[in-house]
């Protein structure tokens, strides 16, 4: 049986750790990271702005949420992953729920992220976690969860 530990870091954290798991999981996101952004400089910003949730298996990292608690009262999830092979293990929802979680506690009274149109099976998720869809700009889908 796996031991699935989650882990909350806030700011500023482990960039190596951060930029490796990213790298790694790169193609996992919808569209590919690398595509979008420099992983490098993407991770040292999360790093030193986002809290960091991990979840990991046998203390390997296989799910990744940042999120920027620091905007008044809505988060920000920034970045959002589950490896290939833990999918469908629930893996994804125990992360959100740390993430709502922390968000509560801080206070919080969202928590937005925008997830590309072509991410159906993430659309489906957040949709799963409560997200509804606010608005579409270009590629691009805003969705929103309300915390109480």
């Not at 569209?31 to 400089?41: A, M």
């Not at 620091?70 to 920000?76: A, L, P």
């Not at 920034?78 to 994804?92: D, H, P, W």
């Not at 506690?105 to 997200?131: P, R, W």
Request: with cysteine; net charge neutral.
């Amino acid at each position: 049986m796996r031991e699935i530990k989650t882990e909350h870091l806030s700011p500023p954290s482990d960039v190596y750790r951060l930029y490796e798991f990213l790298k790694e999981l790169d193609s996992v996101f919808q569209p590919k990271l690398s595509d979008r952004v420099d992983i490098k400089q993407y991770a040292e910003k999360l790093s030193e702005h986002a809290e960091l949730f991990y979840v990991s298996a046998d203390g390997r990292d296989v799910a990744n949420c940042a999120v920027y608690m620091n905007q008044n009262t809505t988060c920000f999830i920034s970045s959002f992953a589950v490896a290939k092979n833990m999918q469908r293990e629930r893996i994804g929802t125990r992360l959100m729920q740390a993430v709502v979680s922390e968000g509560i506690k801080k206070n919080m009274k969202a928590i937005e992220l925008d997830v590309h149109v072509c991410n159906h099976a993430g659309i489906h998720f957040y949709t799963s976690q409560g997200f509804q869809k606010k608005k579409q700009q270009g590629e691009w889908v805003e969705m929103s969860l309300t915390l109480d």
